[in-house]
């Protein structure tokens, strides 16, 4: 769970005012996954309207969490400054907008534009929901709402690419788009009926060169990732790389960070995030191929394929509580390199696919996937809070956040790297083309599997060799 213990002075608040919290972040929890696995099933019917290349299908999702990681830092300090309630309103708000303008969005650019735009109101939501009910439960009776609001994510994770599947087949993808609205309408309304507000930092300074440093290192980096091979790829990179740098120095003397970066000072704080990057690096980019793979080359249509591939979350969602329960009672490290173990069967397994279908493998990989999220999630975000004293839990939680998703973005920029090395960049999936789709997908996941392997190192050799209390900070 992230940020389970924040510090915060403890006030009463009724029964009602408790309710409508946890209504409004648990809807609020719902429709940001959503928004990530709905669109999945769609991303072949959108290229075939506006007439996109294999390359540029990643765009779809790489638009979303470039916005998403950059805006998430700056948001949850600007939450702690202004208001949790007020940054939730926004991207609710910011969510529903975007949602009826992708809608109805009548160009690849525009489309484009609006996911951008969403990831910003996602990230407000993301940096918001669930610190607003650790704000308004005592700490003695949080666990069954966090509960929930967990629950709510993992069915939000679930359902994602079953029912975007089914929309886009029975009407059409911008149908994925509508149905955000209504949810999102709902946590709007929740929201504004509860009017009190928590300013956790009222009066402190927004550290707005250690955001535009933040956002614009994040955004370089990734873009110079996602362009590969073009031949200003890599002064992109080099030019991320250093504004990153500059954060870190910058954010290390600031008197109030926009990213408390000493954090990483911690061996633990640091190996366990690293290994975070790893494992979502490693194996984001298997839904979203083999949601390719199904429709372009076994041939089914969207429904079909997003209930195959709803396999994954749901393994995800059944072992979850589990790991999370027994990371209380054992070594985590078993149950995280446990879980990058099975991320490595997967990329194996996924380096082997081909043109001659075996149905049990797509099973087998979704499967391997589903558990090894379940096994290494929760038990790595225990680690690591659990290696960091109660002041700084926001941060930290912040910081699993960025390198969750900063992972997730590498991973989909790497099978981006690899179609436009095998196919070029204006090249689209099709019969003429199958062999060097496959190709692409072969070498993607021959990198994944480097990254699963290093991962596995990490999260073993996640604890300091000595006494565990000299990394809290």
Known sequence: MIALYMSTEEKEFSLRDKRIVLIACCIAGFVSPLITTMINPAIPAISDEFGISAHNQGWLIMSYFLSSVAFLVPMSRLSDLYGKRKILIVGIVVVLISALMSAIADSFATLLF?????????????STSISMIVEIYPKAHRGLPLAINTMCIYIGASVGPGLGGMLTEIFEWRSIFFSLIPFSVAGLIATLYFKTDFKTSEGEPFDMRGAL????????????????????????????????????????????????VKLFSGKVFRRSNIA????????????????????????????????????????????TPF???????????????????????????????????????????????????????????NLIMGNVCPKNYSESSGVISVMR???????????????????GTTAAVEPETFDAFINSIRYSFAVCFVLAVIGCFMTWFSRDDNDANEDRM
């Open 323 to 381: 790991s999370g329960r027994m990371s209380d009672k054992i070594d985590p490290r078993i149950l995280t390199t446990s879980g990058m173990m099975l991320m490595c069967a997967s990329t194996v397994m996924m380096m082997f696919l081909s043109s001659e279908v075996n149905m049990i493998k797509i099973y087998l990989i979704l499967m391997f996937t589903g558990a090894g999220y379940a096994l290494f999630s929760a038990p790595n975000t």
């Open 276 to 319: 975070a990057f790893l494992n979502y690096g490693s194996s984001f980019a298997v839904l979203y191929t083999v949601n390719l793979y199904l429709q372009y080359i076994v041939g089914l249509g969207p429904a079909t394929a997003g209930m195959i591939i709803l396999l994954q979350p749901v393994i995800q969602a059944a072992i």
């Open 114 to 126: 609006w996911r951008v735009i969403m990831g910003m109101g996602t990230a407000c939501i993301s």
């Open 405 to 423: 998703q900063v992972g997730m973005m590498s991973s989909i920029a790497i099978v981006m790297c690899m179609i436009s090395l095998n196919m």
């Open 213 to 260: 440093l933040y956002a614009l290192g994040i955004i370089v980096l990734m873009y110079g990732i996602i362009t590969l091979p073009d031949a200003l790829s890599g002064l992109f990179i080099a030019g991320g790389i250093v504004l990153l740098i500059a954060f870190f120095n910058f954010e290390s003397k600031a008197e109030h960070p926009v990213l408390m």
